[in-house]
């Protein structure tokens, strides 16, 4: 079966502007991560969707960030007024039930804020 | 907080040889779990063996194996006959009592013919 895709998988964008990065999970996988890996590091945690809530959104780095989830599925990553800082590979990952299952993970989006 | 090291930027290892990732990782947590992942160079993470803090035995999946020591807090990744595709960057992970999982640096593997 499919697994994780998300798009576009590279976005360059000007500072200051706002952007979206979609992933669509594994079907029937209930829970819904994203992560941010920067260069030489591992993914840091973002914010977590158990079904179509946010169930811990303690990553987010900042209110610029936010991310939806609205009929259970297909997330939406948005970061708005894009700073340089913000460059890094934007992972999304997906698991069947909630957080004590393994979590597959797609090709994520790279994302370069010029 | 949950910490996880893995203190080798880089390995590299022979084809056919075995090699052993090191991770050791940092909880007051009773129950975690453990994970390691694979990213090659396309950029996927993928999962390649699970260990419970409860669970008695080392897990194996295949040519992978975790050799789990639990007083010492390691969670070592052996890979045995390596192929050349096994060059990768190697993720170790650890996910806690609530469900948070916490990544380590990683170890780039390369596989020399």
């Known amino acids: 079966g499919a697994g994780v895709s998300q798009t576009p998988s590279n976005k360059v964008t000007e500072k200051g502007k706002y952007v979206e990065l979609r992933c669509d999970p594994i079907s029937g996988h209930t829970a819904l991560y994203w992560y941010r890996q920067s260069l030489g590091q591992g993914p840091e945690f973002l914010i977590y969707?158990?079904?179509?809530?946010?169930?811990?959104d303690s990553g987010l780095p900042n209110d610029r960030f936010f991310a939806v989830r609205p009929e259970g599925s297909v997330s939406t990553l948005k970061i708005q007024r894009t700073e340089r800082g913000d460059s890094a590979v934007y992972l999304c990952a997906s698991s069947f039930r909630d957080r004590t299952d393994t979590q597959y993970f797609g090709p994520g989006t790279r994302l370069t804020v010029l | 907080a949950q910490k996880i090291t893995q203190t080798q930027p880089g390995m590299f290892v022979q084809e056919k040889e075995a090699v052993t990732l090191d991770c050791t990782y940092d909880t007051s947590d009773p129950s975690y779990g453990l994970f390691w992942y694979k990213q090659p160079s396309s950029g996927e993470m993928i999962f390649l063996i699970y260990?419970?803090?409860?669970?008695?035995q080392n897990a194996t999946e295949g040519r992978y194996s975790l050799n789990f020591q639990k007083a010492r807090k390691s969670a070592n990744l052996v890979i045995s006959a390596s192929q050349l595709g096994d060059s990768a960057m190697y993720f170790c992970a650890m996910r806690d009592n609530a469900g948070k999982s916490t990544f380590g640096d990683g170890t780039t593997l390369t596989v020399k013919p």
């Open positions: 260990q419970g803090s409860y669970d008695q």
């Open positions: 969707f158990q079904g179509t809530g946010a169930a811990d």
